[in-house]
T-cell receptor, first 113, second 116 residues
């Protein structure tokens, strides 16, 4: 059982480049989330989705875009990467609003130089 | 919007002793969930313990227990018989039951160091 899978695990981008962080889950979860974790800080919500075709902004959405065309996949797109986007990115999912826990991916460490 | 505050950036404990990590939160809701997550150097997010706000009884998971004070909006984590493997960053988190999306809101974290 794979759970939540994130790719890549590490990436270095140059300023102005674009990339997509992939997230897929095989648990048929409706709720999916993207968080970023800056060094020594807590996780902040970027975007979330409550089902296929439905996405909404979180606390820090600027510079990012998402889509949710299937239940399984929730990619995060960075356009025109900036040094301020250097962070660790976590994808998470849960079955419902009253689920006992969120399942987290192993994270993507992104550096923008 | 809800907020979660962890006032201890760093804590240390001697192996086999007990340590308590503090967490306070702000909300106007009456029903919600509270969590403690552990993040070791591997970066993996590991659920330590969960508390439902409607339950008066404090949650316990082996050596981990919480002191949930709903009126004071306080949710501390007690680790008994500390082990070297407990060394990690610990996050307190809040999850709304009613708010759209049921997002998890995290505190800034507490680094726990365990001394042998």
């Amino acid at each position: 059982n794979a759970g939540v899978t994130q790719t890549p695990k590490f990436r270095i981008l140059k300023i102005g480049q674009s990339m997509t962080l992939q997230c897929t889950q095989d648990m048929n979860h409706n709720y999916m989330y993207w968080y970023r974790q800056d060094p020594g800080m807590g996780l902040k919500l970027i975007y979330y989705s409550v089902g296929a075709g439905i996405t909404d902004k979180g606390e820090v959405p600027n510079g990012y875009n998402v889509s949710r065309s299937t239940t399984e996949d929730f990619p995060l797109r960075l356009e025109l990467a900036a040094p301020s986007q250097t962070s660790v990115y976590f994808c998470a999912s849960s079955y419902s609003s009253i689920a006992k826990k969120l399942f987290f991916g192993s994270g993507t460490q992104l550096s923008v130089l | 919007a809800q907020t979660v505050t962890q006032s201890q950036p760093e804590m240390s404990v001697q192996e086999a002793e007990t340590v308590t990590l503090s967490c306070t939160y702000d909300t106007s809701e009456s029903d919600y969930y509270l969590f403690w997550y552990k993040q070791p150097p591997s970066r993996q997010m590991i659920l330590v313990i969960r508390q439902e706000a409607y339950k008066q009884q404090n949650a316990t998971e082996n050596r981990f227990s919480v002191n949930f004070q709903k009126a004071a909006k306080s949710f501390s984590l007690k680790i008994s018989d500390s082990q070297l493997g407990d060394a990690a960053m610990y996050f307190c988190a809040y999850r709304s039951v009613m708010e759209y999306g049921n997002k998890l809101v995290f505190g800034a974290g507490t680094i726990l160091r365990v001394k042998s």
